[in-house]
Nanobody
């Protein structure tokens, strides 16, 4: 069975950093695309960052230059390094995946099949 397990959320001050992790398993090959989405109170779930199975990331305009998404194919973990955090970055962060046989990625909710339970970030 596919599993996505997020970790690393917490409460920080403005300008500080956090690193989120998402361990994924259950896919039949390593062609898995991953994404991070967040949902702020009263808002729709929005894309933050995504990475294709070749390791090429893309970011929303609101986090570009501050967040870095990376993927460790050996460990099956993706990391979202979040720097210079702002109050508007607060929300529930969800890891998402599409696989197997995913090669390119879109930072759109409808593109992903599998979702984690979420981890809270408060700034």
């Amino acid at each position: 069975d596919v599993q996505l397990v997020e970790s690393g959320g917490g409460s920080v001050q403005t300008g500080e950093s956090l690193r989120l992790s998402c361990a994924f398993s259950g896919y039949s090959n390593d062609r898995v695309c991953m994404g991070w989405f967040r949902q702020r109170t009263g808002k729709e779930r929005e894309g933050v960052a995504a990475i294709d199975s070749y390791g090429a990331p893309r970011y929303s305009d609101s986090v570009a230059g501050r967040f870095t998404l990376s993927k460790d194919n050996n460990q099956n973990i993706v990391y979202l390094q979040m720097n210079s955090l702002r109050p508007e970055d607060s929300g529930m962060y969800y890891c998402a995946a599409r696989g197997p046989n995913c090669y390119s990625v879109l930072l759109e909710r409808r593109y992903f099949y599998d979702w984690g339970q979420g981890t809270q970030v408060t700034v």
